[in-house]
């Protein structure tokens, strides 16, 4: 029989679960004062974004949140990860302040603690201000003060009353998807910008998590995201292409900001390409953090590829597929929880994302949601019985959404969101979650 196979039960008594979701592919970024990102300038470039979608619009949530916190009330979870927009905070993203937009974020953390919600911020999801992208955005050392900048406004305001604060979301997104790889904005495939922009994320990430100390602020941390390298073949090239791809991937930003170093595998590729004297900054960037958190989806098969370095291929296996042709691989999730261990020793884990996206129909049942979320958290139980300290499970996402170059399609939400009435319909797993996670 389908349906959610766990309860809250079966998890430790402070266990805690969530939902998240991020500002820019929910809120509407064309409402409320906000100023243009470079997220709106790479969709409005041909080829980028499926149907050149962006996020104007959004599930309107700027205007409909009060609604959107309700679901989650209502479906038991007890964190809500939310991001603020950095242009809707800060338009040019230093300088004038949008006291609007300070207000819609003052209103949403209330509005979470009246409805008895952990707030978990994330300061950056993304939607870098176009001002600051004409200055180079990631690819500027100065990024670093200009974020510890907004980090101050943001967070002398909110900081108060939200439960924990991460400053970004996915750095290897910032600095390799969106800088080596071009799959994100800015577009860039450049081996140079990539190599600053991987710098200079953590950086910023370091100045941030100051500036929130310097605020009293507690239960600060780092999301990064994991994906579970295997190599194509059992040849040895393959097998070091797999591990050169972890290294990239999983080992430079927990390396940096857990340990002060970045490992060398990679530093032989990047290191010429790094900016004059990044090692003066390691110490900035490995700040003291509370816990990680881990965005976790699914593997991939690495082969050895010619031509310049990092010499590899990516490729798909053979497991089952979500609707973003992403294998669903639930013992990856295990595999990093442990590994992670390695670099935070005791702290708190949490998974800070996992989902899936399906082409649901908001009349059909999303069975096959479910089963990857039965899947993951089995995984997840797996690594508690061993020890691991996971203190909690977040699901991405509470809504279908804004799926970045990919556009409206991808539906990854446990609320079905129909983009022409922006109509929430909870789907058949938010309804088992929200039986799964009643207390008794
Ligand atoms: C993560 C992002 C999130 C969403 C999911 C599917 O990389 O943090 O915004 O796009 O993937």
Excluded at 94 to 116: E, I, K, P, S, T
Excluded at 118 to 142: I, K, Q, V
Aim: glycine residues 10%; hydrophobic residues 40%; aromatic residues 12%.
């Amino acid at each position: 029989m389908s349906g959610i196979s766990f309860k809250r039960a079966d998890f430790p008594p402070d266990f805690l679960f969530g939902v998240a979701t991020s500002a820019y592919q929910i809120e509407g970024h064309a409402f409320g004062g906000a100023g243009r990102t470079h997220w709106d300038d790479f969709a409005a470039t041909p080829g980028n974004v499926v149907r050149a979608e962006d996020g104007a619009r959004g599930c309107d949530h700027y205007h409909r949140w009060a609604e959107d916190l309700d679901l989650i009330r209502d479906g038991g979870f007890d964190i809500y990860r939310f991001s603020a927009s950095w242009a809707r905070v800060m338009p040019d993203g230093r300088g004038a302040v949008n006291a609007q937009g300070l207000d819609f974020y003052d209103r949403l953390v209330d509005g979470m603690l009246a409805r008895g919600l952990r707030p978990a911020l994330t300061l950056y999801h993304w939607e870098l201000p176009s001002a600051l992208a004409d200055l180079g955005g990631w690819r500027n050392r100065d990024i670093a003060g200009w974020f510890a900048d907004y980090a101050q406004v943001l967070c002398e305001r909110i900081g108060d009353r939200v439960w924990s604060a991460a400053p970004i979301n996915e750095p290897w997104c910032v600095g390799w998807l969106s800088h080596f790889l071009g799959h994100h904005a800015p577009g860039l495939r450049d081996i140079r910008a990539a190599a600053r922009a991987m710098h200079h994320v953590g950086l910023a990430h370091g100045r941030a998590t100051e500036v929130m100390r310097g605020l009293g602020m507690g239960n600060l941390g780092a999301v990064c995201n994991f994906e579970y390298a295997l190599p194509l073949t059992d040849s040895a090239e393959d097998r070091a292409a797999a591990t050169l791809y972890d290294g990239i991937y999983n080992r430079w930003f927990l390396g940096a900001m857990f340990q002060g170093e970045y490992p060398a595998d990679v530093l032989d590729g990047l290191g010429p390409h790094m900016p004059r004297g990044w090692q003066d900054d390691m110490a900035t960037i490995c700040q003291p953090l509370d816990w990680l958190g881990l965005n976790y989806y699914t593997c991939k098969r690495i082969a050895h590829a010619d031509g310049p370095w990092p010499h590899l291929s990516e490729h798909v296996g053979n497991l089952p597929q979500t609707q973003m042709g992403w294998e669903i691989c639930p013992e990856g999730l295990h595999h990093f929880l442990t590994f992670a261990q390695g670099y935070t020793g005791d702290l708190p884990l949490y998974v800070t994302e996992n989902g899936m996206a399906n082409p649901d129909q908001p009349d059909q049942p999303d069975a096959a949601r479910m089963e990857y979320l039965n899947q993951h958290l089995a995984q997840a139980q797996r690594a508690i019985a061993e020890g691991v300290a996971l203190k909690g499970y977040v699901i991405w996402s509470l809504l279908d959404n804004y799926e970045w170059a990919l556009g409206y399609e991808k539906r990854f939400g446990l609320v079905h969101v129909d983009f022409d009435s922006l109509q929430r319909r909870p789907k058949a797993s938010y309804l088992a979650l929200k039986q799964a996670l009643a207390r008794a």
